[in-house]
C-alpha cells in the first residue's frame, strides 16, 4: 500500500524504520509537526521524525495545522492507500481523515478503552497498573474513540519508567502497526468496536502535575516518580528552590513525618504518609544529576528540615 506516516517524537521512529524497511508497503511521505526551537540556541530544529524521513530521501510535510487548505491539497495528491499515525501531535478532521481509501490506523500505546488521550504509559505507572499494551485503531474525530484492529500486552515492572516503558512499546508496537497494515491490505483484519466499560483518560502531564505531595503514601510517591521520568521529571522544593528527583526506593519505615528529610551515610530518606523513600539521583537549578547522598554533603540538611 502507498502510505503517508504522521509521527514527531522518538517513539514514532520503530515504526517509521518497520515500514520504510517493508516490502509490502511504500512511505510515500511523511507527516511530522514544524520545526521547533531546540537546545541552548533556540534554532529550529527538525522532529526526529522528520529528521528520519530526511536521511531516508521521504518528503516531509509540516503544516502549521492538517486542517490547512493547503495540506489537505497536497495529501489528496499523493493518493494515499492508508495513513499511519503514531503520536503525530494535532487533531486530524473529517476532511483529512476522509482522504485514504483504508483511513488512518492509528498506534496507541495503552490498551484501550483504557488511557485514552496524550499520555497513556505515565498514567498506567501512576496508576499502579501491572498490565499495558499498545492498540492500533481506526482513527476518528473522538478521543481514542475508533474500532480496534489489534493489542500486543506489556507487563509493567516493579521498576519501570515512563521512558523505559514506552521505549519498548514502541518497539512492539512497530510490529503490531505493521502486521495490522497487512491484514487491512490483505481483506483479513476487521476492527472491531471499543467496549463501553473500562474507559479511562490520560491527559498530557505539566510540569505542576510532577511535583511531589509527601503528603501521598509512600507507593504513590514511587509511581509518581516512575511515571514522569524522564520527562516532565519529578520534583520538589528544598530552601524555596527546585529540586530534580530520580525514582525513588520504598523502605518500609515509618518513622518520619511527610517532606521530612534524614540524611544517614550512604543514603537520604524523605517521609511520605506512611513509610520512608530513599533518594536516587536528585539534580539541583543548573547543575548536573547527582546522587543524593552527594547533594546532602553539599546543603547540609538541618534536623527536621523538609521538602516543600
Sequence with gaps: MRLVFAGTPEPALPSLRRLLASRRHEVVAVVTRPDAPAGRSRRPQRSPVGALADEAGVPVLTPAK???????????????DCCPVVAYGDLLRREALAIPRHGWVNLHFSLLPAWRGAAPVQAAIRAGDEITGASTFALEEGMDTGPVYGTVTEEIGRHDTAGALLERLAASGAGLLEHTLDGIEDGELVAVPQPADGVSYAPKVTVDDAR??????????????????PAPGAWTTFRDARLKLGPVLTTGEPDLDPGTIRVERQRVLVGTATATVALGDVQPGGKKPMPAVDWARGVRPEPGERFE
Excluded: G, I, K, Y
Design 66 to 80: 492538517a486542517s490547512e487548505p493547503e495540506f489537505l491539497a497536497q495529501l489528496a495528491d499523493l493518493a494515499p
Design 212 to 229: 511531589v505531595p509527601w503528603t501521598l503514601p509512600a507507593p504513590a510517591v514511587d509511581r509518581l516518580v516512575r511515571a514522569v521520568t
